[in-house]
């Protein structure tokens, strides 16, 4: 996490508890002459909706943290939590819930991973209705619903939330007057025979539909039960009593997590609204102390947030005020900031902050040496905050527009233009190369030479670099040779091929090079192939289609027999089936570029 002497050792030792605490960076010469100094600590939870997934984030639920304080101080505490999905975080908003006499409460034994958007309740929010599923731990689920007085009920409908959750077939019904067993109709119909008379009904289901789905090891696997809606006639009048969203509520001292610091504990209390509870969202924490404040002796502090059953700590600040006049702040100045995003992209990103004192600008990332700000133009100092968080340090002033570059993607975005500019260089010397052979004259064959001679008609054919050949005109009128014998030694041996030129070599290397470097661009080392393949074009052409060919089948083999194809560093994108693609394309183009004709 960095920071001095930052770290986290793990120490087992029967019977005894070893809590390790983190000691986050900090400005220690800086906090012993700033006017107000403040500590800031956080953590992550993993997500209730992913819990099952591999890269959620494990913690654990205390905020252990240890920090210097360079002078006796008072702080304010700013704390921030999140709700615990589970039985706990469930009996409270039961009891947050205001039921009157004209409506029926629902409760359920289990409900899928505690979350109480898909508790029983859920089925009769109005604007957000979404279905009770069950824990799929649960053997026996179960749903219980009461009301003021006594109702006969005959019948109830189901409605399955189909696709998410197994759906009932039959239905145990309770109450008052015993038990019925009952199967579950054509539209989901639960007819109850006799009736019941009662003021609390018990909804169980011992059956449903067959199995859904498969596991990995490929038997079937059964969805926990789930339904969209129940519907009870005999309740008709009745509204269900779910959570009104938008209510506040407030519990008292000693019902959130506890903070212990500098060798005291204090209780918090909690406020935030019931759709904070609802959605897992962070809800507010306060100090039980006048003012939220905490005093602290100077020295190392050793801070520790308690566990709750349905509030974990993410976040923690402590401020200190100015302690004389002339600590105070310039007249004018703002006690904290404004930001604004101006643009946000991966790797360039631009800000602009409002006036006030010296400031940092914190980043929820992970610090990277990469990164370099300036403020408008002027280079800003990096900070590391809470041990990971990338920050930068802006000087007390008017503000301005702060810029966020990621350098190495600078030489990133060079490479890649450059890349293109050789590419366009190849095309460009192709076409050339395409055109000039186009425009040359075809080369030099058998020439025939007429020539009159005195006596009887004759032509004379005479090949270039080899002995004339005399054709004569018969007594019949054919033309036939004077020498036969000697017409036929002579017609097929190939005129000796000229060495290559120094032009003609200069010319291969200017076509040549662009090529080398952008597959030494886009695939390092394998650059070498290109004049291996090279002079492999020059003396046996006929190969390179084999190479290409048989370079993109082995790719795509290793492509289809790969595990997982489609996570970054498989498939495709291991080393062995980019260097054979690369190869598949290089042997590709060489052989528009180094045929022998173009190196006389």
């Not at 390790?20 to 403040?38: F, H, K, M, N, R």
């Not at 089925?123 to 209705?129: A, E, H, K, Q, V």
């Not at 039960?225 to 009745?238: K, Q, R, S, T, W």
Request: proline share 9%; hydrophobic share 45%; net charge positive.
């Amino acid at each position: 996490f960095g920071g001095p002497g930052a770290g986290i050792t793990d120490v087992l030792i029967p019977g005894v508890h070893v809590t390790s605490y983190l000691q986050p960076a900090e400005d220690t010469a800086a906090g012993a002459s700033a006017p107000t100094v403040a500590y800031s600590f956080a953590q992550q939870v993993a997500s209730p909706y992913g819990q099952d997934s591999a890269d959620s984030v494990t913690v654990t639920r205390q905020l252990d943290r240890t920090f210097v304080t360079p002078a006796a101080s008072t702080l304010t505490a700013q704390l921030t939590a999140v709700p615990e999905a589970g039985r706990a975080l469930s009996a409270l908003l039961t009891k947050l819930t205001r039921a009157g006499g004209r409506s029926f409460a629902v409760a359920a034994s289990s409900t899928f991973d505690g979350l109480p958007e898909l508790g029983p309740d859920s089925m009769y929010r109005p604007g957000t209705r979404l279905p009770w599923i069950s824990s799929p731990a649960d053997r026996h689920p179960e749903l219980v619903y009461s009301w003021h007085g006594t109702r006969l009920v005959s019948k109830i409908v189901l409605r399955g939330a189909a696709g998410v959750a197994s759906l009932p077939t039959t239905v145990r019904i309770g109450g008052q007057q015993g038990s019925r067993l009952e199967r579950v109709g054509l539209g989901g119909t639960v007819t109850i025979s006799p009736a019941l008379r009662t003021d609390k009904l018990y909804l169980s289901f011992p059956a449903t539909s067959p199995a859904a789905g498969d596991t990995a090891a490929g038997q079937p696997s059964r969805l926990p039960v789930g339904l969209a809606g129940v519907e009870i006639p005999a309740l008709v009048g009745l509204h269900a009593a779910v959570p009104q969203a938008a209510a506040p509520f407030r519990l008292g001292c000693g019902q959130g997590p506890s903070v212990s610091v500098g060798g005291h504990t204090y209780r918090t209390s909690v406020t935030g609204t019931v759709a904070d509870l609802l959605q897992l969202k962070p809800v507010q924490l306060h100090l039980c102390s006048p003012s939220g404040t905490l005093a602290l002796n100077a020295g190392r502090q050793w801070l520790t947030t308690g566990a709750s059953a349905d509030f974990t700590i993410t976040s923690l600040s402590l401020t200190s005020s100015p302690v004389s006049a002339d600590a105070q702040p310039a007249a004018g100045s703002n006690p904290s900031r404004s930001v604004s995003i101006v643009s946000w992209g991966d790797d360039n990103r631009a800000l602009r902050i409002g006036p006030g004192a010296a400031s940092y600008v914190e980043i929820h990332e992970a610090a990277d040496a990469g990164w370099s700000a300036t403020l408008d133009g002027r280079p800003l100092q990096p900070a590391t905050l809470d041990g990971w968080q990338q920050a930068f340090i802006v000087p007390a002033g008017q503000g301005g527009t702060i810029t966020l570059t990621f350098r190495p993607a600078i030489v990133y975005h060079v490479g890649l233009i450059i890349s293109a500019l050789l590419l366009l260089l190849l095309v460009a010397l192709s076409i050339r190369t395409w055109r000039r052979r186009r425009s040359s004259p075809p080369p030099a064959g058998p020439a025939l030479v007429l020539q009159r001679q005195p006596g009887p008609s004759h032509l004379a054919l005479a090949h270039l670099a080899r002995p004339a050949l005399i054709i004569r005109r018969t007594a019949d009128g054919m033309f036939r040779p004077a020498h036969p014998a000697h017409a036929g030694k002579h017609r097929h041996s190939p005129p000796p091929r000229p060495r290559p030129t120094r032009a003609a070599l200069l010319r291969g290397v200017a076509v040549l090079l662009p090529l080398t470097i952008a597959i030494a661009v886009a695939g390092g080392a394998v650059a070498f192939a290109v004049p291996a393949l090279a002079v492999l074009g020059i003396w046996r052409p006929k190969w390179l289609p084999a190479v290409a060919g048989g370079a993109m089948l082995a790719a795509g083999v290793l492509i289809a027999t790969s595990n997982d194809p489609t996570s970054l560093g498989g498939g495709p994108f291991t080393a062995g089936t980019q260097l054979l693609a690369l190869i598949a394309l290089t042997a590709a183009l060489v052989p528009a570029l180094t045929r022998r004709d173009d190196l006389t």
